[in-house]
């Protein structure tokens, strides 16, 4: 069955420093999505992306974030500069095409720890 | 402002008795809830849908919409359900989740 991957399952990092994580979506999806959950709190929406554009975002996803379609297959979350507060399991997620899709399916997750 | 709640952060049951997991919402149009599950090292992972009117793994959610609730029920508790669960409501334009803060359900053999 297809799944969702995402790398580094972990990543360390310096504060001020700009981090890629990478989500390889199940490749028949069109929409994806990407979530953090920062320890002890809920899984908090950032951004969801179709057609190659950001179809809604959060207030968390600020100019400090971006995303990309680089290729066919690759969904990638880049934050710029990131802060302490940025520390958290960012977790990509991909469904299929139109208003009936059923759920999103969801990767293992990034724990990205900023220090 | 949407939002979904959800009141117990833990909840302990034994093994074949009834479990109840709380879940209440704020939205300002027709809802779509979902209810997810995460079971210890694994991804999230839909457990189910209001619409779908279905019941999985023996679990069934009804959406009440004068209490604005949707809880997940399950009438006899098994040691396999213990897990992380999350209630969920999606957006009309179905391009965001709202997730509640979860429950851990801990059930006892």
């Known amino acids: 069955e297809p799944e969702v991957t995402q790398t580094p399952s972990h990543q360390v990092t310096q504060m001020g420093q700009e981090v890629i994580l990478r989500c390889v979506p199940i490749s028949n999806h069109l929409y994806f999505y990407w979530y953090r959950q920062i320890l002890g709190q809920k899984v908090e929406f950032l951004v969801s992306f179709y057609n190659n554009e950001i179809s809604e975002k959060s207030e968390i996803f600020d100019d400090q974030f971006s995303v990309e379609r680089p290729d066919g297959s690759n969904f990638t979350l880049k934050i710029r500069s990131t802060k302490l507060e940025d520390s958290a399991m960012y977790f990509c997620?991909?469904?299929?095409?139109?208003?009936?899709?059923?759920?999103?399916?969801f990767g293992p997750g990034t724990r990205l720890l900023v220090l | 402002a949407q939002r979904v709640t959800q009141p117990e952060k833990l909840l302990s049951v034994f093994k074949g008795a009834p479990v109840e997991l709380k879940c209440n919402y704020s939205y300002s149009g027709s809802p779509e809830l979902f209810w997810y599950v995460q079971y210890s090292r694994q991804r999230l992972q839909l457990l189910l849908r209001?619409?779908s009117r279905e019941s999985i793994k023996g679990f069934t959610a009804d959406l009440n919409k004068g209490e604005t609730s949707f809880h997940l029920k399950k009438p006899f508790a098994q040691e396999e359900d213990s897990a992380m669960y999350y209630c969920a409501l999606r957006s009309n334009t179905g391009n965001q989740f709202y997730f509640g803060t979860g429950t851990s359900l801990t059930v006892i053999p």
């Open positions: 209001h619409i």
């Open positions: 997620a991909s469904g299929k095409q139109g208003l009936n899709q059923e759920t999103q399916y």
